[in-house]
């Protein structure tokens, strides 16, 4: 983005500030270092025992290689993303309502990335967006997995990020890699891990002790364990049903698991005034950190 683009957000950014209620949406990006461990599920497992709790969910599919939240929700929708980029919806047509009033801005495969948009459809995003969050009090972002621009660019910019990973070796490296890159640009931003598909909980404890120690031994940094979800084959089988498990069979071991964790995060990140204006000024300025 050129540093005319990203004046001319920031000033937008700033100046919806005036009409906008004090407190909008927390923004939280949920990411990985690896495909595959869990992220789309945990998204949306999240989604829902936070609207059980009352709370007002939009999601945001920001995977755009492999966006497929709508297929897990059982949703098909008619117009994505795309159709608000090239300004022929606005957001409020595209969003789609899921169980339990969850709303989700669904994405398309293989449209650009957010952080690369022309003035143009960046205004028609930021500002559709800007809608949205107030009128949520949450706006979880299932971002695309790895440690590219884009997705490192997004993160810095939400209020709080989630680090999804699994005990298995491959995706317990790809999130060291995740932390490191994270840490490099902002040293301070709070990394909240969720170890997911676990088979016991000592073997979760054992990934969260040896991310711990990497991460303090070679970073110093301590990274705030949000929790655990099991591996539950009722997870698989509400997938195959295009439900989310916290839908399907709610007294599950996912499902627990998914509404400890709502809690905890309900407990633990405040609503915080100008957070989503915040967002949008960090999206696009230059250089985040
Ligand atoms: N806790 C779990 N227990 C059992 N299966 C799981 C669990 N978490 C994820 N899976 C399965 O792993 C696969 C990948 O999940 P997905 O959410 O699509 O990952 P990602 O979004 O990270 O690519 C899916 O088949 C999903 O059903
Ligand atoms: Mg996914």
């Known amino acids: 983005m050129s540093g005319d683009q990203a004046s001319r957000l920031r000033a937008m950014a700033q100046g919806q500030r005036q009409d906008s209620p ?3 949406a927390r923004v939280v990006a949920i990411t990985s270092g690896k495909g595959g461990v869990g992220k789309t599920n ?3 497992g999240l989604a829902l025992s936070l609207a059980k709790l009352g709370q007002r969910v939009v999601v945001m ?3 755009f290689g492999l966006a497929n939240l709508d297929i897990l929700l059982g949703l ?3 117009f994505t993303l795309e159709h608000v980029l090239r300004g022929e919806k606005v957001m409020e047509e595209i969003l789609l309502e899921g169980p339990l009033g969850i709303r989700i801005i669904p994405a398309s495969s293989g449209i650009q990335e957010l952080t690369r948009l022309d003035t143009m459809s960046e205004l028609r995003l930021v500002q559709g967006l800007q809608r949205v969050a107030e009128t949520a009090d949450w706006l979880l972002i299932d971002t695309a997995a790895g440690i590219h621009d884009s997705v490192i660019k997004l993160l810095m910019a939400a209020q709080e990020v989630i680090l999804v990973t699994t005990p298995e070796p491959t995706s317990l490296v790809d999130a060291y890699a995740m932390v ?3 840490h490099l640009r902002e040293a301070t931003k ?3 891990l969720l170890i997911n598909n676990g088979q016991n909980p000592d073997e979760a404890q054992e990934t969260i ?3 711990q120690a990497a991460t303090e031994r070679f970073l110093g940094k301590q990274l705030q364990v949000l929790g655990m979800i099991p591996n ?3 997870l698989l089988q509400a997938v195959r049903q295009q439900h989310s498990v916290a839908d399907l069979f709610p007294h599950s071991p996912s499902s627990r698991a998914f509404s400890a964790l709502a809690r905890q995060l309900l407990g633990q990140v405040s609503l915080q005034p100008d957070g989503f204006a915040s967002f949008w000024r960090q999206l696009a300025s230059e250089d985040p950190t």
Do not use: E, N
Request: hydrophobic fraction near 50%; charge should be negative.
């Open 180 to 182: 490191k890159v994270l």
């Open 42 to 44: 945990v998204v949306a």
């Open 22 to 24: 004090l407190f909008a």
């Open 190 to 192: 709070p990394l909240w």
């Open 232 to 234: 539950d084959p009722h």
């Open 209 to 211: 002790d040896q991310l």
């Open 76 to 78: 098909s929708p008619k």
């Open 61 to 63: 599919d920001a995977d």
